[in-house]
């Protein structure tokens, strides 16, 4: 086999590979803009004078900020793409409006008589830089050398200068070229385009299957290195926030508070004695997991929490809605423990019943919010006796106005955080996500009453999850240096 046939053959192998997206592509080489050591230098935890920062500073520092949004939107987005059309909707329309202008021009360049070939020669030149920058990448070596050689600038501009330049075939050339490299997906787009008669139309449909393929191409790199990613991030979003703190040495107050709440919940200094026994029993790991998980929980138990620390406000909103899912999920699961206790036994365990009333449920308290928490508590309150009076009158059991009054009222009391079997269904719930932050690879036991909100619960869990892991990998060493400084500072009396 010659060389030639040799690197066709490499090349070949590339495109399939390419084409119908392999699993083992190799990942990217993402590098580190991060030189931050494990062991973080001793202001961190602690106090450190103001610095004085210039304009150029700040301003970079915006730019870090918004790559770091990306970056991180992507790490905690498993199923983050990026979109074929944008989502702004002016940005949209005036992109609209430009391209839709220069086609109208190049229309009426190619149909004047005779016609002007600038535009469509220039237009073929910028096809050929997107492709040898955004399409191809260093491996497609004789790809390179193709398209440079039928789209060559000198040739084609000798032949726009003696009158035989010719728009289709270079065209009809360089969509056959990009059919080659195209995902499945595209065939169908592809085999339309190529139905174009018109060299308008036929220029315009390459250049909007370029912006697809782009977009493929971006989405299908984020997915086979999204490992890549995740460590990139966690790398660079600790950079970005050691270099806050030395712009405001006190960045890190809310954290450190909320630090040492958590750690006093879970390990409260009671006696010296019940300390040193817990010293004995958490080594450092286990110390910082277990208060990481509790705070983790303080900040979806309420849809304000504080202190809110600065390490998470990069998802304080996507928080924030987890909290409005956390109030749901105890707020329904509540409504049909109380709902069952006045069921009774036969109508609580016939089937379908709890999953019914859970739906209809869901279904009213999708918008629910604490501010609006009395009047979708009266909602569901009319919507468990409605649910029970029919289950009633199925089962041939009899649910008097009094019993229907009594439910009634009985849910309306679950408005406040106090009531009873509201603190138990909440205790329940935080108990069973903290367990899963302590050991997210260790199986963990659905506590009583929670299997009717399973899914729901699950569901919510895996958003949180990857929040929190996150952000712990991430800032592991930050708080770790944090409980260091709260046990020196705060020795047991």
């Not at 409006?97 to 220069?102: D, K, P, V």
């Not at 490992?227 to 006190?250: I, N, T």
């Not at 105890?330 to 859970?358: H, L, P, R």
Request: proline content about 5%.
């Amino acid at each position: 086999m010659s060389d030639r046939d040799k690197e066709q053959e490499k090349e070949s192998s590339v495109q399939d590979s390419k084409k119908r997206k392999l699993d083992e592509s190799s990942p990217i080489s993402i590098p580190s803009t991060s030189n931050v050591a494990a062991n973080l230098p001793l202001w961190v935890a602690g106090g450190s004078p103001a610095k004085f920062c210039t304009q150029n500073e700040l301003l970079n520092l915006s730019k870090e900020l918004e790559n770091l949004a990306l970056v991180h939107e992507i790490a905690i987005d498993p199923s983050f793409s990026i979109p074929e059309t944008p989502e702004d909707p002016i940005r949209s329309s005036v992109q609209d409006s430009m391209r839709r202008a220069f086609w109208d021009l190049l229309r009426k360049d190619l149909t004047t008589s005779p016609p002007s070939y600038t535009n469509a020669f220039n237009l073929l030149l910028e096809i050929k830089e997107i492709i040898l920058t955004d399409i191809l990448t260093d491996q497609h070596v004789r790809l390179k050398s193709e398209i440079q050689h039928r789209i060559d600038e000198e040739t084609l501009r000798a032949k726009l200068e003696q009158d035989s330049f010719h728009v289709e075939p270079i065209a009809r050339f360089i969509l056959d070229f990009l059919s080659r490299l195209c995902s499945p997906a595209r065939d169908a787009t592809i085999e339309n385009i190529k139905k174009e008669t018109g060299i308008v139309e036929l220029l315009r449909g390459i250049m909007e299957l370029l912006d697809v393929m782009k977009v493929d191409m971006t989405n299908y790199t984020i997915s086979v290195n999204r490992a890549a990613v995740e460590k990139h991030s966690e790398k660079l979003e600790l950079q970005v926030f050691l270099k806050l703190l030395e712009q405001d040495p006190g960045g890190a107050d809310l954290t450190k508070k909320w630090i040492a709440d958590a750690f006093l919940e879970v390990f409260p200094p009671v006696t010296e004695e019940s300390v040193k026994r817990e010293k004995i029993d958490n080594d450092d790991k286990d110390e910082l997991t277990k208060t990481t998980s509790k705070g983790y929980v303080n900040l979806i138990i309420s849809e304000n929490p504080s202190p809110f620390p600065e390490t998470l406000q990069i998802d304080k909103l996507r928080l924030r809605s987890l909290a409005e899912k956390y109030l749901q999920v105890s707020i329904v699961t509540t409504a049909i423990f109380v709902t069952s206790n006045i069921a009774g036994k036969d109508i609580a365990q016939s089937e379908g019943f709890k999953d019914q009333v859970k739906r209809n449920l869901i279904a009213i308290s999708n918008d629910i919010e604490e501010k609006t928490l009395n009047e979708t508590v009266d909602g569901i309150a009319e919507q468990c006796v409605k649910d029970l009076k029919e289950a009633s009158e199925k089962l041939q059991k009899e649910f008097t106005e009094e019993q229907q009054q009594v439910l009634r009222s009985q849910i309306k009391t679950i408005k406040e955080p106090t009531q009873s079997v509201r603190q138990l269904v909440e205790k329940r719930i935080s108990n069973f996500i903290e367990g899963v932050l302590r050991a997210p690879t260790s199986p963990q036991r659905l506590l009583p009453g929670l299997s009717v909100v399973q899914s729901e619960l699950y569901a919510f869990i895996s958003k949180f999850l990857r929040i929190c892991l996150h952000n712990r990998k991430t800032y592991e060493t930050f708080y770790a240096k944090v409980l260091e400084e709260l046990k020196n500072s705060s020795p047991p009396e």
